[in-house]
């Protein structure tokens, strides 16, 4: 048998509001056996889940997808082509830094 552990609760999170809107949570979380902390995690951490995977994730329709995987497979054009290829004058100077031999006895 497995057992799986909660993170430890170490951290706080302090909030100011309406004294109605805590007595309407206190009571809600009383209604639904829970504790305050309990019940506002349930309530607060899917909600953050849903909110930071939809602001991380792009949508695309299916037009717009092979559209974006045509423009991909473009062959550069000469400009695009000669930018990939050089070497910003700041670039060779962090190249030439990291190969250099590591300073000490030696």
Do not use: C, Q
């Amino acid at each position: 048998m497995s057992i799986t552990t909660e993170p430890a609760r170490d951290a706080r999170l302090d909030l100011r509001l309406p004294r109605e809107t805590r007595e309407l949570i206190v009571e809600a979380a009383a209604l639904s056996g829970a504790s305050l902390t309990d019940y506002v995690l349930n309530v607060v951490v899917p909600t953050a889940r849903r909110d930071v995977i939809e602001s991380r994730t792009i949508s695309l329709s299916k037009k717009a997808w092979d559209d974006f995987i045509d423009i991909l497979d473009r062959e550069d054009s000469p400009g695009l082509a000669a930018l990939r290829e050089h070497t910003p004058e700041w670039g060779a100077s962090r190249v030439a830094t990291a190969n250099r031999a590591p300073l000490g006895n030696g």
